[in-house]
Structures are given as C-alpha cells and as structure tokens.
C-alpha cells in the first residue's frame, strides 16, 4: 500500500534561490539516506489554479516504505539533517497520507 510523505514550503521572502539550491542539492539527498524513504520530488505551484488563494509556493512528496512508524522514527532521529533558515518554518505544512482505494486509470 503506498504512503506518501507530502511537504508544502514556502521559502523566506528574498531567497528562493537558496531555498531551492538547499532543496535540490542537499535535502531531498539527505532524506533519501533515511531508511525508509523510497523516492522524493518537488513541485511548484503553477499560476493556473482551480483556488487561485494558494498558501504554499512548492510541494515535495517523498514515497515512504511500509514500515510507517520505524519509518517515521527514522525520521525524527535524523538529527544530522542540514536544514537551512530559507525555509520559510512558519508557514510549513506537512502530511502523510496512504493509499485509500484502488487507482483509477482513464479509459482513453
């Protein structure tokens, strides 16, 4: 069953570059080495949007493996995790979500 790990962020005002140089080449690496993490990647809000209000500018979902809880308790032991204060920590959001459901595929 798959299980997401899925973070909305939004970087300080002014240096969404940093962010995004942290988040491409040392974070989503850096979580990677975490067991339990399978895969990870990022995403950015688009301007055309069916709820023009959006809270968050970028969207990383990380595929996590079965084993949730040790998974999880990986995760909050990872202490050595370089973080960076671009990321805007007021405004972060994040969810773990499991599938619900068989997917659906289009016809067409």
């Known amino acids: 069953m798959k299980t997401l790990y899925i973070v909305k962020a939004n970087p300080m005002v002014g240096r969404e570059d940093e962010f995004n140089r942290w988040y ?3 974070h989503l690496d850096e979580v990677l080495q975490i067991s339990g993490f399978k895969s990870a990647q ?6 055309q949007q069916m709820q023009p209000s959006q809270s968050h500018s970028y969207l990383a979902i990380y595929e996590l493996d079965d084993d949730l809880e040790k998974t999880l308790q990986n995760l ?17 959001d994040v969810s773990v979500v499991r ?8 016809s067409l």
Do not use: C, H, Q
């Open 24 to 26: 491409d080449e040392i």
């Open 42 to 47: 990022r995403f950015i809000v688009t301007e």
């Open 76 to 92: 909050r032991e990872a202490s050595w995790l370089t973080m960076n204060d671009a990321l805007d920590f007021a405004t972060i």
């Open 99 to 106: 599938a619900f459901g068989e997917k659906k595929l289009t």
